[in-house]
């Protein structure tokens, strides 16, 4: 009979340093496990067993909305619906590109970082891709036909450019300056947040403290579940918290980095349906101001995003395969004292 050995788990102390994590000591993989090895680790329980769990079931929720939507009577036919199609596609493809990310990112130093690449471009295109729906059904009234509007896709686009190079940079900044690292990876992905997010603020501003008395700007809840979500996820992203104050003590299960996953996941989860809220309460309003977005414009812009972002990443890539076997970012140090991790 084929037996098959699952891998061993490590002590923070056992690891390069590249690998250590903030308050994790423990649950840690071979930092040169084979392809094999990674997808195996997934069965078993180990610090990142979590994270690749709860990133690899949301994808298949998502791929089936998708579907559900897509499948619909006339729902492809329709241009009005192409944005929320063309929203749910980095939906399904983040969560994907984080679960693979989790999942390999113990092959070796250069793959760990490689791993990451990808994903962060995974999420630089999902921040592209809630621009689509917010421009074509979110939009404040007062800012249609404006030049923010005409503008809005395009600028998210760009803005996935700049997401996907200062977070694949913040790498290269890992161990020399950690605090550095995590100040230019966390605004790489805040700042396309608050962009993408302005026509809500500026709604939530207009009805503020007025009820349902604001017509077509009124939010739904689903929007406020969203944004609660969204602010979350950026807390645990920033704080590592719980971890940060029990060392050793969340492991395996409650990090923070697991609840971040959930979070955001929630947090997609809550603005599709917020987006799908959109599209039906303000349709018949929409039909008269502002005509339904063009497939091969909408089309043209993410093939056009989805090359700019695989050049960087093949940029930064390249200058990491360039770089000497003995490169701190590759070797790392070992533990003084095996009794903390490394800030991220």
Known sequence: ??????????????????????????????????ALDCVLSSFQMTNETVNIWT???????????LLALAGGPGFRAEPYHWPLLVFLLPACLYPFASCCAHTFSSMSPRARHICYFLDYGALSLYSLGCAFPYAAYSMPASWLHGRLHQFFVPAAALNSFLCTGLSCYSRFLELESPGLSKVLRTAAFAYPFLFDNLPLFYRLGLCWGRGHSCGQEALSTSHGYHLFCALLTGFLFASHLPERLAPGRFDYIGHSHQLFHICAVLGTHFQLEAVLADMGSRRAWL???????GLAGTVATLVL????????IAAFTASLLRAPSTCPLLQGGPLEGGTQAKQQ
Not at 7 to 26: A, T
Not at 55 to 65: A, E, I, Q, S
Not at 305 to 312: D, Q, R, W
């Open 1 to 34: 009979m084929l037996s098959l050995k699952l891998p061993q788990l490590l002590q923070v102390h056992q690891v390069p340093r590249v690998f250590w994590e903030d308050g994790i000591m423990s649950g840690y993989r071979r930092p040169t496990s084979s």
């Open 55 to 65: 990133h690899f079931l949301p994808t298949w929720y998502f791929l089936w909305r």
């Open 287 to 293: 039909a008269t101001q502002e005509p339904a977005l």
């Open 305 to 312: 995003a989805v090359a700019g972002n695989l050049l960087i």
